[in-house]
């Protein structure tokens, strides 16, 4: 019998986070689930999903995540960041700690999580990194700049990432 599969999902307390971490679960994946609302992640406990509360847009936080996966689940083999929802509205009206808040949990911590990951899935010898980015990347709108640029450079990063893993067999 092949060992279950080991994987970290962020923004896991609601919406696409929650439903992949739950649709990884129940495929027979042991996951750990990432994300700041300790109480919607602790209803997805189960044998399967481990809760971890972390904010992510601090650098320790994303190594602590990794970590914690190596306690709780014994490796990483799918690293799934999804974590970050970015302020919309009038470019003007939005402030540089609005723009700074984006970019730190939406691409930042998607960096510093594979970062920190990048060595156990390689070591897992099937290591993947699935990033959620949104269109906004791709058509831009002037009442979502903040996240438009944050998915196109999440996009620029996922493509980097996708050409370092065919060397170290890792698919992004």
């Known amino acids: 019998m092949m060992a279950p599969r080991r994987a970290i999902v962020t923004g896991a307390s609601r919406g696409i986070g929650r439903a992949i971490a739950m649709r990884l679960a129940g495929r027979g994946y042991r996951v750990l689930a990432v994300a700041?609302?300790?109480?919607?992640?602790?209803?997805?406990r189960s044998e399967a999903i481990v809760p971890h509360?972390?904010?992510?847009?601090?650098?320790?936080?994303?190594?602590?995540?990794?970590?914690a996966a190596l306690v709780a689940l014994g490796g990483v083999d799918l690293l799934v960041n999804c974590a970050g929802a970015t302020k919309r509205g009038d470019f003007l009206s939005l402030s540089d700690a609005d723009m700074l808040d984006g970019f730190q949990l939406k691409f930042h911590a998607a960096v510093r999580l594979t970062?920190?990951?990048?060595?156990?899935?390689?070591?897992?010898?099937a290591g993947h990194v699935v990033n959620i980015?949104?269109?906004?990347?791709?058509?831009?709108s002037a009442d979502f700049t903040i996240g438009s640029s944050v998915n196109s450079a999440l996009m620029a990063f996922g493509k980097a990432m996708?050409?370092?893993g065919l060397a170290d067999g890792v698919r992004v």
């Open 36 to 44: 700041r609302s300790a109480d919607l992640l602790e209803a997805l």
């Open 115 to 125: 970062r920190a990951a990048w060595p156990h899935l390689v070591a897992s010898g």
């Open 133 to 140: 980015v949104g269109v906004g990347g791709r058509t831009p």
């Open 162 to 164: 996708a050409d370092r």
């Open 53 to 67: 509360a972390a904010d992510l847009r601090e650098a320790a936080a994303c190594i602590a995540a990794v970590d």
